[in-house]
Antibody
Framework: QVQLQQSGAELVKPGSSVKISCKASGYTFTSYDMHWIKQQPGNGLEWIGW????????KYNQKFNGKATLTADKSSSTAYMQLSSLTSEDSAVYFC??????????WGQGTLVTVSS | DVVMTQTPVSLSVSLGGQVSISCRSSQSLVHNNGNTYLSWYLQKPGQSPQLLIYKVSNRFSGISDRFSGSGSGTDFTLKISRVEPDDLGVYYC?????????FGAGTKLELK
């Protein structure tokens, strides 16, 4: 069965960077886009971008250009998202989600990022 | 960006009842390839969202036939029949037709 296992919660300082991971199993990692989605406390969902692990192609929501960088390691079937120049506005739960027919079919459990000094 | 407007914001239902949630988009969701990439998700408390419906009316694997999606263009509806306790949570619509992909603000389904 398809599973996406995300890395644990992070407490980071303003101005720093953080890299969170999403390890995929149960399917061919290189064959499906992996999306990243942000959810701030009590708020809805915001799409950050996708990466196609097969060739490393990416597409970003312009709002996150310069903020998020998506990468993937085929050897470990793991997708990564690095967030830089962190502010309190970046405090949120971040989900990875695998594509199916341009919908988000399988979701990781979420990674809470808290930005605080 | 395509704005997705969901109504109502919240909904109270009795177990066994039926509800409808509306989702309207600010632009047509018909893709150049003829498909309409409108999907529905349920986020239960403390959990990740789960996909219920994709491409307007297709139930995802393992989803009960009590859930049905309909609509076209800019106007879409999710219907839930014979509501069960496990159906409670926040429902989101989302579009994958135009970049950036966007979601509605959510509809909270609660017990009456």
């Amino acid at each position: 069965q398809v599973q996406l296992q995300q890395s644990g919660a992070e407490l980071v300082k303003p101005g720093s960077s953080v890299k969170i991971s999403c390890k995929a199993s149960g399917y061919t990692f290189t064959s499906y886009d992996m999306h990243w989605i942000k959810q701030q406390p009590g708020n809805g969902l915001e799409w950050i971008g996708w990466i196609y692990p097969g060739n490393g192609n990416t597409k970003y929501n312009q709002k996150f250009n310069g903020k998020a960088t998506l990468t993937a390691d085929k050897s470990s079937s793991t997708a990564y998202m690095q967030l830089s120049s962190l502010t309190s506005e970046d405090s949120a739960v971040y989900f990875c989600a695998r594509n199916w027919e341009l919908a988000f079919a399988y979701w990781g459990q979420g990674t809470l990022v808290t930005v605080s000094s | 960006d395509v704005v997705m407007t969901q109504t109502p914001v919240s909904l109270s239902v009795s177990l066994g009842g039926q509800v409808s949630i509306s989702c309207r988009s600010s632009q047509s969701l018909v893709h150049n390839n003829g498909n309409t990439y409108l999907s529905w998700y349920l986020q239960k408390p403390g959990q990740s969202p789960q996909l219920l419906i994709y491409k307007v009316s297709n139930r995802f694997s393992g989803i009960s036939d009590r859930f049905s999606g309909s609509g076209s263009g800019t106007d879409f509806t999710l219907k839930i029949s014979r509501v069960e306790p496990d159906d409670l949570g926040v429902y989101y619509c989302g579009q994958g037709t135009q970049y950036p992909y966007t979601f509605g603000a959510g509809t909270k389904l609660e017990l009456k």
